[in-house]
Each structure stands twice: as C-alpha cells, then as structure tokens.
C-alpha cells in the first residue's frame, strides 16, 4: 500500500520548503516512487524594483537572501556594468571576486557542517538541547567517536564562519549585506594594510579547508558510500559561470556550460523558459524567457503546488550548485548523487580558496577601484553568476531612466522547482525518486537527498502565502494515499 509522507517544513535549510513523497514497496523494499517540492512563499522582489532608480538594485536584491547576498550584488552590478555601458578596472573586479569568494567560503562551510552533516551523525549525548532535539535517529548513523569529532569541528566551524564574514567585510564594509559593490566595481580602497589582513584570514581558513573539512568530507563518504548512488535525478547539469579573471569577463575560474543528456554544451539564454502550470503565478507570466518574464500571483490556481516557478533549459531541468560547476569545468565527475554534491562543493571551497590567494597578488594599492558612468535612457540587460547554491540570473529592463522590468531566476529555482508545463520533475523532485525509505517516522532518507541540494527558499520566494501562517516542524503520515 502506498503512503504519502509530507515533511513541512524541512528544516536546516534557508526558508520555507514543503516535500511530499509517496512510498511504496518495490522489490520488496519500500521506496520514494512519487515526489513534490513545494515553495509555500511568495518572492515579490520583482515587484519592488520596477519604478525605481537602477543603482538601487544592487542593495535590494542583496535582501533577498543573507546567506548569500553578495551574490545577487554580483549579478545586479553586472547586469548594471551591461547596461551602463562600462567596465570596472581590475582592482574592482579582483575585490569583487575576493569578496564574493569569501561569501563561497563561509556559504559551503556552513552548508556540509551545520546543514548536512548532521543528518549523519547521532548526536545523543553530544548535542542534546536546542536546535538540536527533537532529532531523527537511525542506526546507519555515525555514532562514536567519529560524532565526537565532527560535532567539534561542527563547533569550530561556527568560529570559521565568524571569520569568513570578516574576510569579506575587509574590502565590502559589512557582511552579510555588502555596502561598496556598484555599478562599475567597488568603491573600497585597495591599501598594502589591508591586503596583509585578508591574506591572514584567509590562510587560517585555507587551514582549516584543507586540514579539517577536506579530511571530514573524505570520512563521510567512505562511511556512507551507498550515498554515491542515491539522489541522482536526470544528471543534467547548468552553470552560469563564476569569478572573472579578465576585464571582459571571457576568462573565469568556474566556466560558463552545461551538460545535458550526457554530453556537455555552451549556455545560450534564449534557451531558458520559465514554466508555471503547477506554479501559482498567473498564466499570463509562464513559458516566458526571464527577459520578458512577469512576477504575478495567483495564489488560488488550481493544481498549483509551490511559489517556484519552473526554469528549463531547452526544455529539460538542469541541477545547478558546486556539482555543477565542478562537473562542467571537468573538475570533478565522479558522478551525480548525495555524496557527490557533498564531495565536490568541499573541493570547490579548496580551489577557490586557493585562486583568492593569487587574486591579492593582482591587486594595486591606491589605483582605481571603480569607473563612473551616467544612467542611461533605456536599456535591456543580463546579469549572470554563480551564487554557492547555483546559477544567478538578474534580467532588467530601464525605460526614462528606471526600472521598468527586473527578474531573478536563483538557483534553488531550477533545484527545487516543480514540474513543469510538460508534467517533467524538477531536480529534487527527480532525486528523491527510488530512494529507499527505512522507516517511514523517521524520513532520514529524505533530507539527506534534500538537503544535498541546499536548498535557499530565502532565495526563490519571500513572503508567506495570504492566509497561511508557517507551522512548526511536522511529518505527516497518509496511508493509502498514492
């Protein structure tokens, strides 16, 4: 008999995220056979840009998350660098990616300690108060010794953090919404003082990288290895691309590319549509480019089952996030599963930990950080990097000098989005499908795929549904219901 099991919210995660699964027995053995991934917010940042000044970008899309707002001021400035017409010198551009890497940094850190980890790791006895209980237990769980370790270096890894956030505020004023990105580069000056600093910082988290969450990502792995086959979904995989290493943006750390179907392409844009048949957004506003996309509520549609809109390209779902990257730059490709999301985002902490230390070489005390321009009349633009989750968009539109059209399309819209106009799963939902569940009180199984994904509601949607209010945490049961 099938049994629906509904997480809400899943927790550990940014924002508010619903999953509902069916289970049924296949080969004897009960198994995830039916997903849904469900946004129960709504994201009206669109709606608050339009009509205002384009340099106002930057600051009110960093809201979005605080996670990881450098990001969206990476993509509004160089969605405004475009439609501007102007190019940051490179001290601008060397600070931006300093400051956006130390944001990576501190985001996957956070993600494999304080987010996933701990899914498998039985903490009794070690963390037994708040957040921490109630708790799922099960026996597959490290226990030990092992918990022991990890769970310190899940301690240790708060005060990483700590020191991330002041990696980054360095050369951005403040973390965790920076204040010198704008249009053209950044607005700190660039002293020998102040390279010395970061360069201090960042050696004791390279440190730590490379000593301690390297070696416990590693021990991970070969403690769960039925994890390198479970999550895997349609393996198609996006990357916008990341971190310029030239003034044109044509050279980057991470490359622009996908692979789809197994094999891998360039990215064209007019390729992405965003779908909204299970999505409560009106119809008005789907299978539209980003570049013509409306944000425009529905919260009554019919069959409509999350606030995520649904982005494919050339009409298939792509993953994006650290596997991604890795995968399309040929840095890791080992395979698409838990553990291989798990394993590459803590080798791409490495390899861009690493290229900050080179990018303090480029820098040149007292040149220019940034070059002025004037707001132009009209103008279409693009915006397009890499948040730690995924691939960013930002598309914008300025008529009589304002914005009279903006779109974001985040990465955990394409992860976690639902189906689309031709009934097709979204990449979580596709994961979690054959995922074998032990017990069905305990859908341990279900946030170890889920949260592989790290997932940033915060990101894709922003403001409760009307007339609901956001429950504790909950797993609902249903027998007999398919």
């Known amino acids: 008999m099938a049994t629906t099991i509904t997480i809400d919210p899943v927790t550990r995660i940014e924002g508010h995220l619903r999953i509902d699964v069916t289970v049924d027995a296949v080969g004897g053995e009960d198994q995830i056979v039916d997903a849904r991934s469900s946004g129960t917010m709504f994201r009206g940042f669109e709606i608050i840009l339009a009509g205002r000044d384009p340099r106002d970008a930057g600051q009110y899309t960093q809201r979005i998350c605080g996670v990881c707002p450098v990001s969206h001021a990476m993509a509004s400035c160089l ?22 890497g130390a944001n990576f940094l501190q985001s996957h850190i956070l993600h494999f300690y304080h987010l996933s980890a701990v899914d498998f790791i039985d903490t009794t006895g070690l963390l037994d108060m708040s957040p921490w209980m109630p708790r799922y237990v099960s026996p597959d769980m490290a226990s030990g010794t092992v918990a022991e370790t990890l769970v310190a270096h899940y301690i240790e890894a708060l005060q990483i953090r700590r020191k991330a956030q002041h990696l980054g505020a360095i050369f951005s004023g403040k973390l965790p919404h920076v204040s010198s990105f704008v249009v053209g580069g950044c607005t700190e000056n660039v002293t020998a003082e102040k390279i010395a600093e970061f360069r201090t910082v960042l050696n004791e988290m390279r440190a730590f990288v490379e000593n301690v969450y390297l070696p416990d990502a590693a021990a991970l792995g070969s403690l769960f290895p039925d994890y390198f086959q479970l999550g895997a979904g349609n393996g198609n995989m996006l990357a916008f691309g990341v971190f310029d290493l030239n003034s044109g943006g044509t050279s980057k750390l991470l490359s622009r590319g996908r692979y789809t179907d197994g094999s891998p392409g360039s990215v064209d844009t007019s390729e992405i549509t965003e779908y909204i048949k299970y999505s409560w957004f009106a119809d008005a506003g789907g299978s539209q480019n980003p570049a013509d996309g409306v944000t425009q509520p529905d919260p009554n549609k019919p069959d409509a089952y999350s606030w995520l809109k649904a982005p494919r390209y050339a ?97 955990t819209n394409w992860n ?65 219901i398919a």
């Open 79 to 100: 969605n405004l660098d475009n439609a501007f017409n102007v190019t940051p010198p490179d001290n601008g551009r060397v600070l931006r990616n300093l400051v956006l």
């Open 315 to 411: 009409d298939k779902a792509h993953e994006t996030g650290p596997l991604a990257r890795m995968w399309v730059n040929g840095h890791y490709t080992n395979g698409v599963s838990v553990l291989d999301r798990i394993t590459a985002r803590a080798l791409e902490t490495k390899l861009i930990a690493d290229a900050m230390d080179g990018w303090l070489d480029e820098l040149t005390p007292g040149a220019a950080v940034y070059q002025s321009s004037a707001i132009p009349l009209q103008a279409t633009s693009m915006g397009l990097t890499e948040a730690p989750r995924g691939a960013l968009g930002h598309w914008m539109d300025i008529n009589d000098s304002v914005i009279s059209r903006y779109q974001v399309v985040t990465p």
């Open 416 to 480: 976690a989005s639902p189906r689309d106009d031709f009934d097709e799963p979204g990449p979580i939902e596709a994961a979690l499908v054959g995922t074998p569940v032990a017990d069905l009180n305990q859908p341990l199984e279900v946030l170890r795929v889920v949260h592989s994904f790290d997932p940033c509601l915060a990101c894709a949607v922003h403001m409760v549904r009307p007339g609901k209010r956001a429950g504790g945490y909950k797993v609902l049961i249903q027998p007999g």
